[in-house]
Each structure stands twice: as C-alpha cells, then as structure tokens.
C-alpha cells in the first residue's frame, strides 16, 4: 500500500487518494465484528474459544490472566465492606425486585430467592476457611443452627444472632432472633407497605445454607417490635419432614 508524500518534507501533494485494493484490510475492524466473535465459539486460547483479546466480551481478563478466581480465599477473611456501599447495593436490589411484582408477599418471595444461592456458598466459602481438624459439615439440626447463628453471622453482621429458640408447639420449627437486621436499617418503608419486612434476604441465605448442609426447609423472616427494638425480626425455621425423620435415627443411635 503506497501512502501520500508530506508536502511539508518537500514533496508534491497528491492528485487523488490512493485506491485500497479488494485485499486490504480495514483500518478500523472493531466496526466489522463477526458473529463468531460475539458468540464467542471461535478457536482460540482465549474463554469460550475466542482469542485471548476479545473471544468473550461478557468476562475482560487482565494483562496477567488471572481473574477474583484466582486469588486465596483466605485473604480477604478479615476483609470488610463499607456499609454505604452495601445499602447503595440493596436499594438496588430492592428496587429491581419491587418493580417486577404485584404484591408483599411477591417481593419478599422474590428477595428471599436471591439470598438463597448466596447462602449455598457462603457454606462452602466457611467450612473451606475452617482448621482442618475441625471442618465438617453440621450433621445434627442444633449444631447446624448453632454454626448459622454464630459463624454464618459473625461472618455477615461480624457479630452474633441474638437469640435462638425452639418452638413450643411445632417440633420442625425453630427461630433466629436479630434484634437490629443491618439489611433494614437504610431502608425506608413506606406505610401501605408496613408489613414488608426487607430481611427476607437473609432468611434466603439462612435456608440456602440450610439446604447445602443437606437440612431442606423453609426460612421466612417475621417483625417482632418490642420497647426495646422496634426493628426486631425473627426468622422462623421450618424444617422438612425428612429431616426430623433423620433426627430421629441419629438421637437413636
């Protein structure tokens, strides 16, 4: 390809602009790009088969590959989240949620689905952390809540659950008590919406760590004010049937 000469070194301008043969690249082929590239199915080191600069446009790898994957989960065990970060987060998420139902009971269904796959590796993330000698999945229904309400939430709220109680009436059902949810204290409710209770995203993470311990149940979350906290709420446990069968072969044996 034969490019124009400087008319500022000496030479003339030229007449007419150079002609690009049929065989020439374009300058620019970011506009030209193929639906291989897009689909990311093309042959090539890169993620999804494509080559290593663009072959997945959903996931950017840095200049050394490696990715959040990649790091130790034990380096950001102390690590903590700045409060004003996580309630920008959740209002979002409130507000995303909100917007795609028709009801109370809707939108604490649809943020208690959310929590649940957070719960299932928050799990994973904990027992992981824990000394070797003493790692094991709880195997018992109390120290499954025991675990819940001590690691899970020295974990989340870096303090303890308030208080944990066994129904008197059901013997599947117990109770978690958080007398100051952080997840409602940058929430403003309004009053048609009073009985919205926005902790129902923890009760998602509380029976997503409950189902990947292996204890299937329901976890809902219910406000219980008192003259002391006026924003307490309990989150009652409902456990499946097979698990108390289970409990009871283990209290036998």
Not at 3 to 23: A, F, K
Not at 145 to 157: N, S
Request: charged share 20%; glycine share 10%.
């Amino acid at each position: 390809m034969s490019y124009p000469t400087n008319p500022t070194r000496g030479g003339n301008p030229p007449t007419s602009p150079p002609q690009s043969s049929p065989q020439q690249q374009p300058l620019h082929p970011v506009k030209h790009v193929s639906q291989q590239t897009l689909t990311g199915t093309g042959s090539g080191p890169g993620p999804g088969g494509g080559s290593t600069g663009g072959g997945n446009l959903g996931l950017r790898y840095p200049s050394n590959r490696k990715t959040i994957y990649d790091r130790n989960l034990n380096r950001s065990r102390t690590a903590e989240l700045s409060r004003a970060s996580f309630a920008l987060l959740f209002g979002e998420m409130i507000g995303y949620a909100q917007r795609r139902v028709t009801g109370i009971q809707d939108l604490e269904k649809r943020l208690n689905n959310q929590g649940f796959p957070m719960g299932l590796r928050l799990l994973d993330l904990l027992l992981y952390r824990e000394p070797i000698r003493t790692a094991q999945r709880p195997t018992r229904i109390l120290a499954l809540l025991q675990f819940i309400t001590t690691t899970v939430w020295r974990h989340l709220f870096n303090r303890q659950a308030d208080a944990l109680e066994r129904s008197k009436d059901n013997e599947d059902e117990y109770m978690i008590a958080d007398n100051d949810p952080v997840v409602n204290q940058y929430v403003s409710i309004p009053k048609e919406m009073n009985q919205l209770n926005c902790a129902a995203y923890v009760a998602g993470i509380v029976e997503g760590v409950c189902s990947g311990a292996g204890f299937p149940a329901r976890v809902t979350a219910h406000s219980v004010p008192n003259d002391l906290w006026p924003g307490r709420t309990v989150f009652l446990i409902k456990f499946a049937e097979e698990v108390l069968e289970r409990e009871t072969f283990l209290a036998k044996s």
